[in-house]
């Protein structure tokens, strides 16, 4: 019996499991002793990844639509010629920036790659990722306030901490192996922020359940309260930061009471806030999509930044401002897949690293694309608009994920090209795909993730592949040899040739990994970056910061601030009625498209969309427990739920779990303006008993 030990590929913590192999079966999986991440221990999609074998339906050949409607299954050559003539049609006709493509944070990391190389350096196409949907605010935030897009921690800093603070995060039921690490640490005082009180906030030693979207005004009043009572570390600001007196005039006006206002948090509950803060001698503050997913998300995460930089608490063991991240390889489609930064990260108009880049692939800088994507909103705008007319989606589903998911919809139907790539022939955004290609899932092919602590793994193959089957990667070789890239794919050819051309990229830079080989990471502890040439790893928890040096211009780290702003989409007298939206249960895949063979998940998931009311609102509104009821929402559309009462939502919010399409028919299109990540988490809507008055 063979032993491989892989990457999970679901979330962003890529705990490493042994796949046990014999006649080309998986036999069995167990979560890999002593890897650090997970150390023997993985949650329930880790361990059913066996599951994900075969998923593609009936053959293992692209399908093109007829024009009946009906789809013909031809071979892999005729779907490669197919879709690149018509992309070489479509952008000579009506411009290079007519084709676009959306990615995922799912792939491995020389597939963004080598998608980066064919769709933008060579195409000149737009291409962003759904990481756009969950980790755009914090790579703005990062790249503003620490000069790189770096988070700074390990995550053994969870166990370090003697504070740990979370701000709308729901590890318990997002990140079961990380909240693992937390309640690990029994010398914590735990403190959840969060509107919602969440499975996490139940846990909390202190639960702060602020209003909506008020995180950005309770961390300026923290801020100014800590100021006015001197508990800043003076040496840290002075020495490692700037902007700071700035900062502490701009925070003047937060005051006490504007933040009893705005959060809607007593006095007392803030002030004590204030004293746990200053009494942590480790005080590590996280956040996900509770922050990330707001109309000022950017700005919400730089007010976490400065108040944990003010504090000292960044660099040193138990501290930090630290993201956590949704998708198994965010952290890979960030730094390495040419969209909103060069390969291994970096400005489109920096010419010194145009110029490093060029020459680590053998082009000229001349030849690379001039400008970041356009964002993933302006894409589906674009289409809506007519003015982009090819679209290829790649292992993301976003016609149940985006926002406002209806405009996506619409937006498909105009296309002269749609291609869908998935290991899914079913997921709902092959409705109207002119082409589908069918790929492999993970456990079949080969490349490098990189978790939220910046810890690079491989994925292997645990399976062999059988006839037809093709990696993402080789679709999208196969693709850029019908457009006729020739030697413009050499160092592409490829995953492991990807590899190389990627560490040539980024050396020099924050996420260099010039000290790493293809093999060395096989059967490793991970290796978080920055690894550079010569550098021994003396541990298998590296954070970044220790020397207080950022990777600004100063190396200082840069207080970032602005006003707080008007929400946008506040509730009105007709949509009185806060949408809530997040994840449902720990077992369940966003979209459920990579969990309904899981029947362990599936035997447990309600099968229609539900959604949690507060017992009194239902009471009022004549709603039993399981009614069904119509959500209406300010972006006109509406949709029926099954109704749960509890008492863990306020009397006027509803909480939608995101694994039903329903959920994002009703989110609105609002978007913070530096990331472009949309705001998912509360819409104005009102509801209804089916049957009831409209
Ligand atoms: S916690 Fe995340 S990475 Fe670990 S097994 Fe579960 S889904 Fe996979």
Redesign the pocket.
């Known amino acids: 019996m063979k032993k491989v030990q892989s990457t999970?590929n679901?979330?962003a913590?890529?705990?490493n499991l042994d796949f046990y192999v014999e006649n080309d079966e998986i036999v069995k999986v167990v979560p890999t002793k002593g890897y650090p991440v997970?150390d023997g221990f993985?949650?329930i999609?880790?361990l059913s990844l066996d599951k994900q074998q075969s998923v593609v339906k009936g053959s293992n050949l692209p399908r093109i639509r007829q024009e009946d409607g009906s789809m013909k299954e031809v071979s892999w050559e005729e779907g490669f010629n197919h879709v690149a003539s018509k992309l070489k049609e479509i952008s000579e006709k009506y411009g290079p920036e007519s084709v676009a493509g959306i990615s995922t944070g799912q792939l491995v990391m020389e597939e963004f790659a080598v998608l980066g190389h064919v769709m933008r350096n060579y195409l000149k196409a737009n291409v962003d990722g759904n990481t756009r949907l969950c980790m755009a605010s914090a790579v703005v935030a990062h790249k503003q306030s620490f000069g790189f897009d770096a988070p700074p921690f390990t995550m053994q800093d969870a166990e370090l901490s003697d504070t740990v603070v979370l701000i709308g995060a729901n590890p318990v039921v997002a990140?079961?192996?990380f909240w693992g690490r937390i309640r690990n640490n029994k010398n914590k005082k735990l403190i959840v922020i969060d509107p919602r009180k969440s499975e996490t906030a139940k846990n909390a030693d202190y639960y702060y359940g602020l209003n909506w979207k008020s995180d950005l005004a309770l961390f300026y009043t923290v801020a100014n309260i800590l100021i006015e009572k001197d508990y800043v570390n003076h040496e840290y600001v002075e020495k490692y930061t700037s902007g700071y007196e700035e900062f502490k005039e701009f925070v003047k006006k937060y005051d006490l009471a504007y933040g009893v206002k705005a959060t809607g948090l007593t006095e007392e509950q803030i002030m004590e806030f204030v004293e746990l803060i200053h009494s942590g001698e480790r005080v590590s503050f996280w956040w996900t999509m509770g922050v990330n997913q707001g109309y000022e998300a950017v700005r919400t995460i730089q007010a976490i930044i400065n108040v944990a930089a003010m504090t000292g608490n960044i660099g040193r063991p138990g501290t930090g401002a630290n993201s956590i991240t949704g998708q198994?390889n965010a952290m890979g489609s960030r730094a390495y897949s040419n969209t909103a930064g060069l390969f291994g990260g970096g400005d489109f108009d920096n010419q010194a690293r145009r110029e490093a880049v060029a020459k680590a692939i053998g082009w000229e800088a001349d030849e690379l694309v001039t400008k970041p994507t356009i964002p993933y909103n302006a894409i589906v705008e674009g289409i809506n608009a007519g003015e982009i007319k090819a679209l290829w989606v790649l292992c993301t589903n976003p016609r149940h994920s985006w926002i406002n998911n209806e405009t996506f919809a619409e937006a498909t139907k105009k296309l002269e090209l749609f291609v869908v790539q998935d290991i899914y022939d079913d997921i709902e955004s092959t409705e109207d795909c002119t082409v589908f290609f069918p790929v492999v899932p993970g456990i079949k092919k080969e490349g490098t993730y990189i978790n939220m602590e910046r810890r690079m793994s491989p994925m292997r193959p645990v399976l062999e592949r059988k006839e037809n089957e093709l990696s993402d990667y080789e679709v999208i070789v196969g693709v850029g040899k019908a457009l006729g890239m020739g030697d413009k794919l050499k160092g592409f050819e490829t995953a492991k040739d990807c590899f190389y051309t990627m560490q040539r990229c980024a050396k020099g830079m924050p996420c260099d990994f010039s000290g790493l080989t293809w093999e060395a990471l096989e059967n490793s502890k991970g290796v978080q970056w920055p690894f550079r040439e010569g550098d021994v790893l003396e541990s298998d928890q590296r954070r970044l910061f220790e020397d207080g040096k950022f990777y600004t211009a100063d190396q200082k780290l840069h207080f970032v601030f602005e006003d707080v702003r008007e929400n946008p989409l506040p509730t009105t007298e007709e949509f009185p009625v806060v949408f809530n939206t997040g994840r449902g249960t720990v077992g369940q895949w966003h979209t459920q498209s990579r969990t309904r063979e899981i029947e362990a998940v599936c035997g447990v998931s309600a099968k229609e969309a539900y959604i949690l009311v507060n017992t009194e609102a239902a009471k009022e509104a004549g709603i039993n427990e399981n009614d069904k009821i119509r959500v209406y929402s300010i972006n006109g559309h509406n949709a029926e739920f099954i109704a749960r009462l509890t008492d863990d939502v306020r009397y006027n919010e509803l909480y939608a779990p995101i694994h039903y399409i329903e959920c994002n028919k009703l989110t609105a299109s609002l978007y913070d303006p530096y990331s472009k990540e949309p705001s998912y988490k509360a819409t104005p809507v009102r509801f209804e008993k089916v049957g009831g008055n409209k």
């Open positions: 999970c679901y979330c913590l890529d705990c997970n993985s949650c999609k880790g990140q079961p192996i198994c």
